[in-house]
């Protein structure tokens, strides 16, 4: 590896979106631009991105995700067999709804000719003018696992065990490629998990049974990052749910904490604790591998409003109670715009958070490196 680990300073890696980039958006939903106009304008604004990430002291940078509209269905809607199509709309903090779409199974799942692998490749190649290397942000599988299959799709799948198995099947295909196209940084979003924190019962609304849930998710997260090889670093952020500034859900990591923190096998988790709805820190006593990170999403990527260095160091000592400070590191609870629409503050804004986030790792670590 030549990026210096372990990785203090991070980010989840959505990014407001410019100007620019909405504005060639529209513009290529019209037919005014083509595929190849808006892919240089995309490459133009993510090298901006890049070389300011490097430029605050990031070593390891996103793309902002800004060839998406949403953080999950460009992913989903790139493989062979999964298509948008009009659905109720998510409802989260303060009836703050999404569009009205989600994907749907229109063929057997398969990886097929995935766009995120040549996208890798060209977001990659600007990164190293920079000297930094490129993390990529991709939706856990458990957001296709779980969920029922619909009478039209029941044409091609008889049971949700069938879609487990391609979908397991196809992020087992995908990882290599991404190794070989030189992606050495992989990170799964997962607001799966979510279902254990509610207490407006998700599961039981899908009739779907607590325990059995939580091996389904277990298996599923790491039967896929066994495909990762041992210099791929491999990051699962555990989301509350981000849209324009709002979350989806609340409660305390405890009821899962032993399988979340002690059982899977990522190099980093990265756990949103920007605020009183994620409970105490007593769950990370479960994180005891010795070769594992967790990532304190301690600041808000919701609001511009920069916390306090000394309650954010507070907070940090308070956590190495349970988890030594040597194996623990720091972020944003989210990303800054999980869908295009992006959260309520300004793009400088968004800065000042990532620079703070860079002024309290030097602080509490004095940038500790091996």
């Known amino acids: 590896m030549t990026n210096k680990l372990p990785l203090r300073a991070d980010h989840v890696g959505s990014l407001l979106r410019t100007q620019a980039i909405k504005d060639a958006r529209i513009k290529h939903a019209s037919g005014e631009i083509t595929d190849e106009e808006l892919t240089k304008i995309e490459n133009s604004e993510i090298e901006k991105i890049i070389s300011k990430q490097a430029e605050l002291g990031f070593s390891v940078v996103t793309d902002g995700e800004f060839r998406r509209a949403w953080y999950y269905l460009d992913f989903f809607t790139a493989c062979e067999g999964i298509d948008v199509v009009e659905s109720d709309p998510l409802v989260f903090n303060n009836n703050t709804e999404t569009d009205a779409i989600n994907f749907s199974i229109t063929g057997k799942i398969k990886l097929g000719k995935h766009r995120f692998i040549d996208e890798f490749k060209a977001t990659n190649e600007i990164a190293k003018k920079y000297g930094v290397e490129v993390k990529l942000t991709i939706p856990s599988p458990n957001l296709i696992t779980y969920r029922d299959v619909t009478e039209t799709e029941r044409e091609f799948y008889n049971n949700e065990e069938e879609v487990f198995d391609d979908i397991i099947k196809m992020y087992k295909e995908l990882i290599p490629q991404l190794y070989e196209a030189g992606c050495r940084h992989l990170q799964f979003d997962d607001t799966a998990w ?22 389904l998710f277990k298996y599923a997260t790491n039967e896929t990052l066994s495909a990762a090889p041992d210099d791929m670093k491999t990051y699962v952020h555990i989301c509350r749910g981000n849209y324009k500034s709002e979350h989806l859900t609340e409660g305390s990591y405890g009821p899962i904490a032993e399988t979340l923190f002690g059982q899977l096998d990522y190099d980093y988790l990265m756990v949103e604790y920007d605020d009183e709805r994620s409970g105490d820190f007593e769950p990370l006593k479960y994180a005891t591998k010795e070769n594992q990170i967790i990532t304190l999403g301690l600041l808000s990527s919701k609001t511009g409003e920069l916390e306090d260095i000394d309650s954010i160091t507070n907070r940090i000592h308070e956590a190495a109670k349970y988890v030594p400070l040597d194996r623990l590191a720091l972020s944003p609870q989210c990303g800054f715009a999980s869908t295009e629409e992006g959260n309520v503050l300004t793009e400088e804004e968004q800065w000042n958070k990532l620079k703070h986030v860079i002024n309290i790792v030097d602080q509490v670590w004095d940038r500790m490196q091996p």
């Not at 899908?206 to 325990?211: A, P």
């Open 194 to 215: 979510n279902s254990f924190f509610t207490d407006f019962g998700l599961l039981e609304v899908k009739g779907i049974d607590r325990e059995l849930a939580l091996k």
